[in-house]
């Protein structure tokens, strides 16, 4: 009976909104990190199954202490083929959290044979949408690519890596090996995969977090710049452009509402004002010729090919939320796609689905 409490055929969970796992605490033993994946939702396509049905996974979450009683894998790996693998997917979801609903992505990428992995960033304790950051993010996929590593019944050549909205966003910036393809969902198109790796990046034209008007239309290849601030960087105020400033400061200019910024930089990280045409306040005094300004703290990482930070209005300080980001761009195989008539709810739009299993069947046979 054990066994059915934790992992039941799909189609008696594929109903019910949104679920999160949230804790005030954990078990002995098990980190935040460790949480997300513990307690995240797990899909086994039936080309891999004994009785040829999908299986999900979800934890209960009524006795957080059971988690590992027993372990998952160990109850999956009962209902696995002898000596069948698929590819998988690992899929970072946004905002909202988890769906237990039979979403759109999950149907078609198990109808197309991936077992598909998506941790629960709110099993972290604490965990909400506006502290989150690509840090965090990426400290997920670290530890479901490790896990998923030790699955015997994964093809470790074909693991993707995608994302929803704020999850979307943790793929774009993702730098590291250890994936055949990055698809990015209603975020950001910033295209920071190695530059063998194909990504697919899908938002709808209206959508103003993935910054649908920007990201979506720039161009795509630009040459990176000696090791450094200077150059030019996509971002998620646009595409920004920084020099030296002769009194021995940087300077930078965004295409968002003409933007500039003007600060120094102190070992990895940058100073300084933002200044722009209009903003949704007015300072009472003004800056550089515009009463539309702030402050801006970013920190690069130490190949100076990304950086995160946020910024304020005025003399305010700068608090803890990232709202500026952006990566040093490079030359790889991409396709982005707008949705015609479309905001930031994409996931179970025909388009989107079409476009992911065309990707698919292209990037990764």
Not at 175 to 192: E, K, N, S, T
Request: net charge neutral; glycine share 10%.
């Amino acid at each position: 009976m054990r066994q059915s409490i934790i992992i039941a055929a799909i189609a008696m969970l594929m109903v019910g909104p949104a679920a999160r796992s949230e804790h005030a605490s954990l078990p002995d033993g098990v980190t935040p990190v460790m949480a997300t994946w513990l307690w995240g939702y797990h899909t086994i396509p039936a080309s891999i199954t004994k009785d040829g049905s999908p299986y999900l996974y979800a934890y209960p979450h009524t006795d957080a202490s059971r988690i590992n009683d027993p372990p998952w894998t160990e109850v999956a790996a009962k209902h696995i083929k002898a000596g069948a693998k698929a590819p998988a997917v690992i899929f970072l979801h946004g905002c909202s959290g988890l769906f237990r609903g039979g979403l759109g992505y999950r149907i078609l990428l198990m109808s197309e044979g991936y077992a598909v992995f998506e941790p629960d960033a709110y099993a972290r304790p604490g965990h909400s949408c506006a502290t989150s950051s690509v840090t965090k993010r990426s400290e997920e996929v670290a530890y479901a690519l490790d896990q998923i590593h030790r699955l015997p019944w994964v093809d470790h050549d074909r693991i993707i890596l995608m994302g929803n909205s704020e999850g979307g966003r943790t793929v774009a910036f993702w730098d590291q090996p250890g994936f055949i393809a990055h698809v990015i969902l209603a975020a950001p198109a910033y295209l920071r995969a190695p530059a063998n790796v194909p990504v697919l990046a899908i938002a709808g034209v209206d959508d103003t977090f993935a910054d649908a008007n920007t990201s979506y239309r720039q161009k795509k290849t630009v040459t990176p710049a000696p090791h450094g601030i200077k150059g030019t960087w996509v971002t998620s105020w646009g595409v920004a452009t920084f020099v030296d400033d002769p009194s021995g400061g940087i300077r930078g200019g965004y295409s968002y509402k003409d933007g500039r910024i003007v600060g120094t930089l102190q070992g990895n990280t940058l100073h300084g004002y933002w200044i722009q045409a209009d903003s949704k306040r007015k300072c009472e005094r003004p800056r550089e010729g515009s009463v539309h300004w702030g402050r801006v703290r970013v920190k690069f990482d130490d190949r100076f090919s990304a950086f995160s930070g946020g910024s304020s209005y005025c003399d305010e300080p700068v608090g803890p939320t990232n709202d500026w980001d952006g990566y040093r761009p490079t030359s790889r195989a991409s396709k982005t796609i707008l949705i015609a008539g479309a905001g930031h709810d994409i996931l179970g739009h025909p388009e989107l689905k079409e476009a992911i299993k065309n990707f698919l069947r292209e990037c990764c046979p």
